[in-house]
Nanobody, 112 residues
Framework: QVQLVESGGGLVQAGGSLRLSCAASGRTFSSYAMGWFRQAPGKERELVAT???????TYVDSVKGRFTIYRDNAWNTVYLQMNSLKPEDTAVYYC??????WGQGIQVTVSS
């Protein structure tokens, strides 16, 4: 059974930083792409960042230069380092594995 468990969310002031973690179990983690989506109230889910099994990263334009996705295959964990946070980054963030399995979501709130 595949499980993805997110942690590291919370409330931060604009300009601050947070690091999200997603711990995976139940599959060969290193064989799949991983990534993060987010969904703000009243908006559609948005792909934020992905990292391929080879380590290639992609980002939505709105977070380029501020967010960094990376993975530690030894610990079956993918991270999202979020710097220079803005109020518009406020959303529930979801980790995924190969776009097939999802975490439960974690709230990130950025106050102005």
């Amino acid at each position: 059974q595949v499980q993805l468990v997110e942690s590291g969310g919370g409330l931060v002031q604009a300009g601050g930083s947070l690091r999200l973690s997603c711990a995976a179990s139940g599959r060969t983690f290193s064989s799949y792409a991983m990534g993060w989506f987010r969904q703000a109230p009243g908006k559609e889910r948005e792909l934020v960042a992905t990292i391929s099994r080879g380590g290639t990263t992609t980002y939505v334009d709105s977070v380029k230069g501020r967010f960094t996705i990376y993975r530690d295959n030894a610990w079956n964990t993918v991270y999202l380092q979020m710097n220079s946070l803005k109020p518009e980054d406020t959303a529930v963030y979801y980790c995924h594995s190969d776009y097939k399995f999802w975490g439960q979501g974690i709230q990130v709130t950025v106050s102005s």
